[in-house]
């Protein structure tokens, strides 16, 4: 595909090649032709190494697939600005740590021409460093039913665990599963540096689920945090308990001085 012409079939456009788009990329260039648009111009070498064409926001609008590998930060506008691109019976994803409200940005600003699903791969560059295969994915249906299909291609050829659910349940696991591990992970980071030799399996396990997080991008964690709308009372349960037991324990050494 050049620029002006029409994507071949099956064709899957990435917006957003950063460091997501290219893990999608090295998935899944086996398959199908891939195209990609973002704004750095220093991508060229990388998206050459994976087969990727870099082409501008309206070409990889055309194509049958559109993945929105954008911050959930830029969803909004990233939606406002390919909309009018799209074409009839495309497929349109996002790949956000949430999903309630990228769900309701695509329903309202995509055309009613193309089928949305909300996506989340369970994992990042890190965690899928050796492949994807046996890791998961959330599929949200948003509209049209063409996530079935989807959900047989990415167990098929990619091996991952597929979970079709909905934004409102995936939302509510997440601000536990993603929102404690990050948070742990943000405060142990801070207390950096931290026993490398003499340590357990466990905070051995601990260390390496905190590297798994600890580079990834600052909107990532503020996603989690902040859009996610039950992530504030699983925060406030984790800090409330926190307190709770640290009152305990300090309740426990009076006790003890007194004796």
């Known amino acids: 595909m050049r620029n002006g012409t029409e994507p071949t079939k099956n064709t899957v456009g990435i917006v957003g090649f950063g460091a997501f788009g290219q893990l999608m990329a090295r998935e899944l260039r086996r398959y199908v032709p891939l195209c990609a648009y973002d704004p750095d111009p220093g991508l060229a070498a990388v998206a050459d190494r994976l087969g990727v064409e870099l082409t501008d926001l309206a ?28 074409r009839p019976g495309a497929l349109v994803l996002d790949v956000g740590s949430v999903k309630v409200k990228p769900a309701e940005i695509m329903r309202r600003g995509l055309p009613d021409h193309v089928d949305i699903v909300a996506t989340h791969p369970l994992f990042g560059p890190q965690s899928a460093a050796n492949g994807v295969a046996g890791l998961k994915i959330a599929l ?59 340590t357990t399996l466990s905070y051995d396990r601990l260390i390496e689920a905190v590297d798994m997080v600890r580079h990834d991008a600052p909107g990532v964690f503020e996603a989690i945090e902040r859009d996610n709308p039950f992530a504030d009372d699983v925060r406030r349960q984790f800090f409330g308990l926190l307190a709770e037991l640290d009152a305990e324990m300090s309740a426990r050494a009076m006790a003890c001085a007194a004796e």
């Open 140 to 198: 949200c249906p948003v509209r049209g039913r063409r996530h079935l299909r989807l959900a047989a291609f990415l167990r098929r050829a990619l091996g991952l665990r597929v979970i079709i659910t909905t934004p409102e349940a995936h939302d509510r696991e997440a601000a536990t599963v993603q929102g404690l591990t990050h948070l742990i992970a943000k405060v142990l980071v801070r207390m950096e540096p931290l026993p490398g030799e003499m």
């Open 59 to 86: 070409q990889v609008a055309r194509c049958h697939m559109v993945v929105l590998a954008v911050p959930v930060a830029k969803l909004a506008e990233t939606v406002a600005a390919i909309a009018p691109h799209f």
